[in-house]
């Protein structure tokens, strides 16, 4: 999950790079991976990625409990919640 670090760098440093990886990080198959980019899309406010966040919208699916680092990391929103969220950071 080093990638979530790396993508926060980007947000700081480069804008541009860090839509095109968070668009593919929404893309992926693991609900978990789906649902913290969402959250990161929002909270770097990434207004280019609202068509993405929209698609999400509705999708009563829970990321499941995934190993994270030493910890266990479970999900309690659905990825329509999560999406909900981002699109209210974006204003």
Not at 32 to 54: D, F, H, K, M, Q
């Amino acid at each position: 999950y080093d990638v979530f670090i790396w993508v926060h760098s980007l947000i700081a440093n480069a804008r541009d790079e860090a839509v095109g990886v968070l668009r593919r990080l929404l893309g992926n198959d693991s609900l978990w991976v789906r649902s913290t980019a969402l959250a990161l899309a929002g909270n770097a406010r990434l207004v280019e990625l609202r068509p993405e966040i929209e698609a999400a919208l509705g999708d009563a699916r829970v990321p499941p409990a995934e190993a994270h680092g030493s910890t266990r990391r479970s999900a309690t929103r659905s990825l329509g919640e999560v999406a909900h969220v981002a699109l209210s950071q974006l204003g």
